[in-house]
């Protein structure tokens, strides 16, 4: 059992802790330090006054050691199409050393906000050769670049050309006209957002949430597996997980080869940059070919929403049949073939995508699967759940640092941040508050474990030391489906933290349900 219960932020969160960030990862500032931020905010301080603030939020917001740095223009002459320097070296977060870097900005000069962008996409950490990892360059700006040399919208495209990992996002503080339009373009062309801040309070949080969406993010884990666009050449897959990208409107082909009688389980997950532009019905489908044109199944995952998005995952299995004599039963080569649909308009970038495929075998001789329990356990739906005071937990960012909860009460699982709304949100023409929430998880885990009926169930219902363990005969951790019954594992909870923790359970239920079943060789 498990008990959601929304909550408000403590008032004084503590600046969270967080798994180790992947190789490339980083984040560099790009703060616009030319003579318009001497100007007046409206409310009697500086402009750069206000940023100084709002940095300093952000710094004692973000993770500690997640690397950051901080880049700054038009600070050190009254005129120069060159003045841009590193003041913070990107490296472990040093919220000091950063908060001293931006209180020693005095504005002075020009706005080359293309070479910055340039230099700063130079400043982050080289992209990683294994897992894809997020390098963010957050652009906070009062003005067009009256430079143009060279044009910002441009670098921004082709900075964002060399690489999925990277993203540009723009904050206009204050802006207007042509210099709104102008960031709105970088933060489009660099696969990134555009956030607005119209005051110093709301430049506060826009750079606190623009920072925090750079840090979060779904941490990969696989070897990389390049996949064809055709049968022809695809690459040979055994049981494991992998890592690829996977482009719009794109196929990727993945050559197995399976027995006649063993259950095949597959499964793709896209990651797209948070906040990535979906449209309703873009979709991503899995399907495993066979033969000239058959199918032995194939599972579709949808977004539905155009608000953002964010992890979607699509899994396909191959059941055998009782009788043996299905068009799927056949020993040979097969493929896992995934689709990314999309409509014109969305998220044009290719999306880092994980794939996992896990070979179920068959019962042993002499092996009679273990009877399937009611539908309610120990102390019946009524049984009650632990009302002890929350201890304070931090959830994982997806399937591969997941957090495990043991049975009692988790409190303010709130992924990471601090006290406060968040910003207002646009999208899909509207404007409006996007209150964030912690959230407390009552768990109950009642009765004795036992063997369940999935393959390589012990004879009965006795109990076995592979299932007390969390392993399968075969190694994979939590029986078949790579889950144990005796702990529950927890996704960062609130805003898309929810949704990806309800969909993990959709798609564990679903896998099951089509691995116990008999025969099921239809197009699903």
């Not at 963010?136 to 009062?142: H, M």
């Not at 040399?149 to 050309?161: D, E, G, R």
């Not at 194939?298 to 299905?326: C, K």
């Not at 399968?472 to 790579?482: E, K």
């Amino acid at each position: 059992m498990l008990a959601l219960t929304a909550a408000p932020f403590s008032a004084t969160a503590a600046a969270p802790a967080a798994a180790p960030p992947a190789d490339g990862s980083g984040m560099v500032m790009v703060l616009d330090s030319s003579g318009s931020m001497a100007g007046g905010d409206g409310s009697g301080s500086a402009r750069i006054a206000a940023a100084r603030k709002a940095m300093g939020t952000v710094a004692d917001a973000l993770p500690a050691g997640y690397p950051v740095g901080l880049r700054v223009y038009g600070a050190d002459k009254p005129k120069g199409c060159d003045d841009t320097r590193l003041a913070q070296s990107v490296a472990p977060l040093d919220r000091a050393g950063l908060k001293r870097a931006v209180a020693g900005v005095r504005p002075k000069g020009d706005t080359p906000i293309g070479l910055s962008l340039r230099k700063a996409a130079a400043d982050l950490p080289a992209p990683a050769g294994g897992a894809p990892g997020k390098r963010t360059i957050l652009l906070i700006s009062d003005g067009e670049d009256n430079c143009q040399t060279p044009p910002p919208c441009k670098v921004a495209a082709q900075l964002a050309a060399s690489g999925v990992d990277l993203r540009i996002d723009a904050i206009g503080f204050q802006v207007a006209g042509k210099a709104r339009t102008q960031l709105e373009c970088i933060a489009k062309a660099g696969n990134g957002r555009y956030y607005d801040a119209p005051d110093a309070a709301s430049l506060a949080r826009q750079v606190q949430r623009a920072g925090q969406l750079s840090v979060d993010g779904y941490r990969f884990k696989g070897r990389p597996l390049h996949g064809t666009a055709a049968r022809d050449g695809a690459p040979s897959m055994g049981p494991g997980q992998y890592l690829d990208f996977i482009g719009p409107n794109e196929e990727r082909y993945y050559a197995v080869g399976l027995d006649a009688v063993s259950t095949a389980d597959f499964s793709a997950t896209v990651v797209p940059q948070p906040g990535a532009t979906v449209g309703l019905l873009d979709t991503l489908r899995t399907r495993i070919a066979y033969g000239t044109d058959g199918t032995c199944g194939s599972d579709t995952g949808m977004f539905g929403q155009t608000e953002g998005a964010t992890p979607l995952t699509a899994n396909v299995s191959r059941v055998p049949s009782q009788s043996g004599y299905g068009s799927c039963d056949t020993a040979g080569r097969y493929w896992l073939v995934v689709e990314r649909r999309a409509a014109k308009g969305p998220d044009a970038t290719r999306w880092p995508m994980e794939l996992t495929f896990h070979v179920e075998h068959p019962l042993k001789k002499g092996v009679t699967p273990a009877r399937s329990e009611p539908e309610y356990g120990a102390g019946g739906k009524d049984a009650r759940l632990p009302t002890t005071a929350p201890q304070d937990t931090t959830g994982g960012t997806g399937f591969n640092d997941a957090r495990a909860l043991r049975p009692g009460v988790s409190g303010r699982v709130a992924g990471q941040g601090t006290a406060g709304p968040d910003p207002l949100v646009q999208s899909a023409g509207r404007l409006g508050p996007h209150p964030r929430i912690g959230v407390v998880l009552r768990v109950a885990v009642l009765g004795k474990e036992k063997s369940g009926p999935e393959a390589g169930a012990a004879t009965g219902v006795s109990e076995i030391a592979a299932a007390q363990s969390g392993t399968s005969p075969d190694g994979a951790q939590g029986g078949s489906g790579g889950w144990s019954t005796g702990r529950v594992v927890a996704l960062a909870v609130g805003g898309v933290g929810v949704l990806l923790l309800a969909g993990l359970a959709l798609a564990y239920i679903r896998t099951r349900r089509k691995s116990a079943a008999a025969g099921g060789n239809s197009d699903r």
